[in-house]
């Protein structure tokens, strides 16, 4: 069984900076795609940025130019930078990924809080 274990998020002001990591932990052949999802109070869960194994990137209209997701395969870890953040990113961020080992297979983080206030 695959698990993510996720990293960063937390409380930063509008304008500000902040970086979350998730890492892929157990038997996995093939990384499909490894990204990061959100959702926010009253909202259904959206995507945020993904990448695929041959390192296309896929984001929400909303963070592009703002938001870089980016990988290390070797470590199957994903990174999720965020710069000039807006009070409408505030969210609960999950990291995503889908991967084979004896089958393609879909997996969720435990969600990471992000609060952009002043």
């Known amino acids: 069984q695959v698990q993510l274990v996720e990293s960063g998020g937390g409380l930063v002001r509008p304008g500000g900076s902040l970086t979350l990591s998730c890492a892929a932990r157990g038997p996995i052949r093939r990384i499909n795609t490894f990204g990061w999802y959100r959702q926010a109070p009253g909202k259904e869960r959206e995507l945020v940025g993904t990448?695929?194994?041959?390192?296309?990137?896929n984001y929400e209209d909303s963070v592009k130019g703002r938001f870089t997701v980016s990988r290390d395969w070797a470590k199957n870890t994903v990174t999720l930078q965020m710069d000039s953040l807006k009070p409408e990113d505030t969210a609960v961020y999950y990291c995503?990924?889908?991967?084979?080992?004896?089958?393609?297979?879909?997996?969720w983080g435990q969600g990471t809080q992000v609060t952009v206030s002043s």
């Open positions: 990448m695929s194994s041959q390192a296309d990137t």
């Open positions: 995503y990924l889908k991967s084979f080992y004896t089958e393609l297979r879909t997996y």
